[in-house]
């Protein structure tokens, strides 16, 4: 796999590289490669969302009007165990009773954890495909299922980003982060976001002796992402591909200290996303050695997360210049760093 310098692209492109072999299963049914691909990918791209959605905030404090400050922010999501492989229970890949050709372990195991996109199989786990050639009677095909990043990346999703934030006056802050279309030889991707926090303290008429701030963000983040398969798939066709498209929405709730230098923020909130990923292209899926078909656009699967998160988190301003770092809790526990730099 090609290595590039963006931090962002490597959670992506190490996922997908390893998916293109989820092509291979279509030698045994659509259906079945779908089912595969779904419990394979899901963890990633739930992971993924998660990832997305750290550091909207560093402070329960909105900017005053006219008030700025520009970021460059990492984030990477923690999977764990459970993340990390699924039980394929081989029953579920002959339940189609139109379909004429048999799916089992090479071993004969009933059923077997295998790796998701961000496990790894410690040694090759193989399936067999039973079918009747026309001309040469009955024939097997063996597969070896795709593994994934394991500890590749020390079981982290990471993401990166430029952000932007602007103070409206009367407690409101415009936020806003990007990746810039990057366009490689096998990988296009790019990411944009939007928020919009609201500071509830601000119409109290105490606020400013107040120790705390509380202040409320909503924030929607898309990802866009394709993976040119082609050079790399074991199956002949053209145009193909693994293309992802993710949009997520946070609702979070925030306090934070009022202090000159360091202060202490924390907030609890919900992760709503989908995320969608289609495996787009012709395939010709051979049926022996003298009979193909071929599959187009062989299918789409999606995921979703639905998860309450907790932050906490701290900053450090000196003057124009400010640091600050954060963990989250939920279904993938998260952190994320920031270098900000802004005015007032």
């Known amino acids: 796999m090609k290595k590039f310098p963006l931090f962002m692209l490597l ?10 072999d989820i092509d291979a299963l279509l030698a ?7 089912r595969f691909a779904q419990d394979y990918l899901e963890p990633g791209t739930n992971g993924l969302m998660h990832s997305m959605n750290g550091n909207w905030f560093n402070s329960a ?16 999501a923690q999977s764990n165990d459970s993340h990390q492989s699924f039980l ?37 786990i193989n399936i067999i495909v039973t079918y009747d050639d026309p001309i040469l009677g009955e024939q ?27 103070g409206l006056g ?46 409320g963000l909503v924030a929607y983040t898309h990802l866009d992402g394709s993976y040119d398969l ?41 992760i709503k996303g989908t995320s969608e990923s289609d495996m787009l292209g012709s395939y010709e899926v051979q049926s022996g050695p003298f009979f193909s078909e071929t599959v187009v656009d062989p299918f789409s699967i999606s995921s979703e997360v639905a998860a309450v998160r907790g932050t906490i988190g701290t900053k450090l301003k000196l003057g124009f210049f400010r640091l600050n770092a954060e963990y989250h809790v939920s279904e993938f526990d998260s952190f994320s760093v920031g270098v900000n730099f802004g005015f007032r």
């Open 28 to 34: 045994a049914g659509v259906d079945n490669a779908e």
């Open 140 to 166: 097997q095909e063996t597969i070896t299922l795709p593994s994934g990043i394991g500890e590749s990346t020390a079981n982290l999703l990471p993401t990166a980003y430029l952000q932007g934030a602007l």
């Open 230 to 270: 082609t050079e790399s798939s074991n199956i002949d066709g053209e145009n193909q591909r693994l293309e992802n498209n993710t949009n997520t929405w946070l609702f979070q709730l925030i306090a934070s200290t009022k202090m000159p230098i360091i202060n202490f923020y924390g907030g609890l909130g919900m």
């Open 61 to 76: 404090v909105a900017k005053p009007l006219g008030g700025f400050e520009i970021s460059i922010i990492a984030n990477a």
């Open 88 to 124: 394929m229970n081989i029953a579920d890949y002959n339940s189609n009773p139109d379909q004429d050709f048999t799916v089992e372990f090479e071993d004969l195991a009933n059923s077997k954890l295998v790796a998701t996109a961000l496990g790894e199989n410690e040694s090759d």
């Open 170 to 215: 009367s407690g409101i802050e415009l936020k806003g982060r990007f990746v810039p279309k990057i366009n490689t030889e096998d990988v296009d991707l790019s990411m944009y976001g939007a928020g919009l926090q609201v500071e509830f303290t601000q119409i109290i008429p105490a606020a400013k002796v107040l120790p705390v701030a509380i202040s």
């Open 11 to 20: 959670c992506l492109v190490t996922m997908t590289s390893k998916a293109q």
